[in-house]
């Protein structure tokens, strides 16, 4: 099983960018499929964005386009790159791993390994 901490969340005025990273330890990160999801106050958590073990990627329509997914193998880390944010990207941002998963895996329940969450608020 892998651990899994993200950073990088914080406050951006609309139109900004952030970088939100997750770092993995105790597992073989090169066989984990790695997504990102989110989840905004009184909201279910949403699908956002998914790299596969291959390094296939797929993302939510609502980010496509502004958001990119990459994985640092020898930092055993995935980012997630956030560009031209929107009020409507503030919410919890979680990283998720699945080991051998496909970019296909857009459902919460796909995933069994959970990091805590980073707040992104994106102001007006």
């Known amino acids: 099983q892998v651990q899994l901490v993200e950073s990088g969340g914080g406050l951006v005025q609309a139109g900004g960018s952030l970088r939100l990273s997750c770092a993995s330890s105790?597992?073989?990160?090169?066989?984990?499929?790695m997504g990102w999801f989110r989840q905004a106050p009184g909201k279910a958590r949403e699908f956002v964005a998914t790299i596969s073990w291959g390094d296939n990627t797929n993302y939510a329509d609502s980010v496509k386009g502004r958001f990119i997914i990459s994985r640092d193998r020898a930092k055993n880390t995935v980012y997630l790159q956030m560009n031209s944010l929107k009020q409507e990207d503030t919410a919890v941002y979680y990283c998720a791993a699945k080991m051998f998963g496909s970019s296909w895996y857009v459902r919460p329940d796909n995933y069994d390994q959970w990091g805590q969450g980073t707040q992104v608020t994106v102001s007006a």
């Open positions: 105790g597992g073989t990160f090169s066989r984990y499929a």
